[in-house]
């Protein structure tokens, strides 16, 4: 038989060696603890010969079996792993100063915080293990540690993109093993006046597990319906996303997104590599239309123009808080239109200082006379109860782990309280207790 088609034999190490020959197994080689050379072949015969031939008077000095070779051999492996931790010791600890900045980076991106506040964090975390760690034995360790750690804003940008790069890669390894998933979609423009569409993908495993992860893709140009659709179809085919799978479609209602035509789920229809597919308008959405569609424009447009009259120079804003009884409390905030809860919150501001403002507009010679009207103040109060119990709503929609199930029970349970504050909306009776002094004022039970 030719040694070609010989079958390779394995050996492996016998942990009685370490006692009869001072043999340890150190990363699959078998290393003598006397001399620290290896033998090439695991065997007995290979190993027992080292032993007999270069430390024969091992046995004489240190018997077999005998208390003092134990510790001697318990002493010989301490000085190995010593000799080995020099070497290993600082890829370990370049290794953990790697995590932690890693880990670190992973914060100041999920808090929105600068990147060069990397090193304001190394400077804090200097100055108080210096104080903290006073005393203790191995702070000069400690302090070494820290200062290994790598967080210029160069070097966060790096770690932020090795991170994204990691998500991307984890999010087509679990698009390929999910059984299926739905696409969400939202149009929305940024402070810099650039378009981005946020795509939430949701899987399902086979295990029933759910998973929701998040892209961003900018859009520069026109948002059409032609132009989301050739942005994502650009994306999908970038991290091969298996569009078989697909399941449904929600998005904002927009005619850019349901147009017949041209619309986003029309394009997607005529698409042969799309499967039939479920398209949905997204509840949140269709909440936050109901509060916009309220008619009580006419209290929202005083509203607006008296905090904008407040709040726009900065003289007048200081004025105005030198009225508030505690500078502390809650001020006065400006409405935007792109925050679904913003109009409510307004609204509950300007009705708890609503005096204030009454006294600041009369010392300045500015006449609202809505202000002293009760049928606009009825409306006034009536309109901030309903965005109050609207906001409620909308936050009870959001969240993890929310199921449709769930967010339609509370759609259901919200318009029952609608039937019951209609019946009571005569005597004020199912109004919050803050604004029923107005309704008691303004509209008084006869």
Known sequence: ?????????????????????????????????LCGN???????????????????????NYPLKSEIRKKKIDQLKSNLFAQQSVFT?????????????????????????PFQDGELLKEAFLTGADCLFEGFSNKCEIMSAIQDLQLSDNTITRRI????KDMQTQLKSDLEISEWFSLQFDESTDISYIAQLAVMVRMVFSDFTVKDLLKILPMKGRTTGEDIYKIFITYAKLIDIPLQKLSAITTDGAPAMVGNVNGFIALCI??????????????????????KILPF????????????LIRAAPLQHRLFKALLENPEDPDLILHTEVRWLSKGKVLARFVNLIEEIKNYLNAK???????????????????????????????????????????????????AKLNILEEKNETGAGLEPATFAYWAVCLPVT
């Open 161 to 164: 993109q090795a991170i994204s």
């Open 270 to 291: 005529k698409d042969k590599s799309f499967p039939n597919f479920m398209s949905y308008h997204c509840i949140i959405h269709q909440e936050v239309l109901c509060g």
């Open 365 to 415: 010679h500015q006449n609202f006379f809505e202000l002293t009207d009760p049928r606009w103040l009825a409306d006034l109060a009536f309109f901030t109860d309903i965005m109050e119990k609207l906001n409620y709503l909308n936050l009870e929609l959001q969240g993890k782990d929310k199921h449709i199930a769930t967010m339609i029970g509370s759609i259901n349970s919200f318009k």
């Open 38 to 60: 290896s033998v090439a072949v695991p065997k007995k015969h290979n190993v027992e010969c080292h032993f007999l031939t270069i430390h024969a008077t091992f046995n004489i």
């Open 89 to 113: 010791r600082p890829a370990l600890r370049s290794k953990n100063a790697t995590i932690a900045s890693l880990k670190i980076s992973h914060i100041l991106a999920k808090k929105k915080k």
């Open 297 to 308: 424009g006419h209290v929202m447009k005083i509203i607006t123009k008296i905090v904008n």
């Open 1 to 33: 038989m030719s040694g070609s088609s010989k079958r390779q034999q394995t050996y492996n190490f016998n942990t009685e060696w370490e006692d009869l020959y001072c043999f340890v197994n150190l990363k699959d080689k078998c290393i003598c603890l």
